[in-house]
């Protein structure tokens, strides 16, 4: 039986890939600060603050459950500054929020990768490799309203996780930067020139 980590496993995104890895036959390992979800999946304590713990929960998971064949990372931090004071990021609260979103997903990916060399393209199988490398494969999930605007308040876990899914099953690297209307499937929104800047 294949493996799925979700890391940053919460109660609308990370709950609806559990439900849906976990009847599509996955064993399911979700990964985040505090038990949010049903105990009958593995639960394992992780703080995406603290990158240097990525490669123990993998290795954690791993002998629990197998290496994993799909790995979703849902963990964000986020800080909006008001436009009168744009640098108002202390530094604790910018070092956490750049090793929540790029330094973690950093090694999760590298942790990833190691797992699938050592399943291999047929250990990995058909519905393997989510997180492209040859036989591997690499996506950044983008939710948008059909007119092409942003999803912020109202995002669909059921559609993150049937999205995710579908990735996981298709053996051919599709478009990375995958962007998708929940109940439409993947969408391709024309380019958007931004203004240039002017100093």
């Given at each position: 039986?294949?493996?799925?980590?979700?890391?940053?496993?919460?109660?609308?995104?990370?709950?609806?890939?559990?439900?849906?890895?976990?009847?599509?036959?996955?064993?399911?390992?979700?990964?985040?600060?505090?038990?949010?979800?049903?105990?009958?999946?593995?639960?394992?304590?992780f703080?995406?603050?603290?990158?240097?713990?990525?490669?123990?929960?993998?290795?954690?998971?791993?002998?629990?459950?197998?290496?994993?064949?799909?790995?979703?990372?849902?963990?964000?931090?986020?800080?909006?500054?008001?436009p009168?004071?744009?640098?108002?990021?202390?530094?604790?609260?910018?070092r956490?929020?750049?090793?929540?979103?790029?330094?973690?997903?950093?090694?999760?990916?590298?942790?990833?990768?190691?797992g699938?060399?050592?399943?291999?393209?047929?250990?990995?199988?058909?519905?393997?490799?989510?997180?492209?490398?040859?036989?591997?494969?690499?996506?950044?999930?983008?939710?948008?309203?059909?007119?092409?605007?942003?999803?912020?308040?109202?995002?669909?876990?059921?559609?993150?996780?049937?999205?995710?899914?579908?990735?996981?099953?298709?053996?051919?690297?599709?478009?990375?930067?995958?962007?998708?209307?929940?109940?439409?499937?993947?969408?391709?929104?024309?380019?958007v020139?931004?203004?240039?800047?002017?100093?």
């Open positions: 039986m294949p493996t799925a980590l979700i890391i940053g496993a919460g109660p609308n995104i990370g709950k609806a890939s559990a439900e849906t890895f976990s009847a599509a036959g996955y064993h399911v390992a979700v990964a985040s600060r505090t038990q949010k979800l049903d105990a009958k999946f593995r639960y394992y304590a703080d995406a603050s603290k990158p240097e713990t990525v490669p123990t929960l993998f290795e954690k998971v791993t002998a629990d459950l197998g290496s994993p064949s799909v790995v979703i990372y849902i963990s964000a931090a986020g800080h909006v500054s008001p009168e004071n744009p640098f108002d990021f202390e530094l604790d609260e910018f956490n929020s750049a090793d929540v979103n790029m330094t973690s997903p950093y090694y999760a990916a590298r942790e990833a990768v190691r699938f060399e050592k399943l291999g393209p047929s250990g990995l199988g058909p519905e393997g490799g989510l997180i492209s490398v040859r036989w591997k494969r690499f996506y950044y999930l983008d939710e948008k309203h059909a007119d092409g605007t942003y999803v912020t308040s109202d995002i669909s876990g059921t559609g993150h996780a049937e999205e995710f899914l579908k990735l996981a099953k298709d053996s051919k690297q599709g478009p990375w930067n995958y962007t998708f209307v929940s109940g439409k499937g993947y969408t391709q929104f024309p380019h020139e931004s203004a240039p800047w002017k100093p």
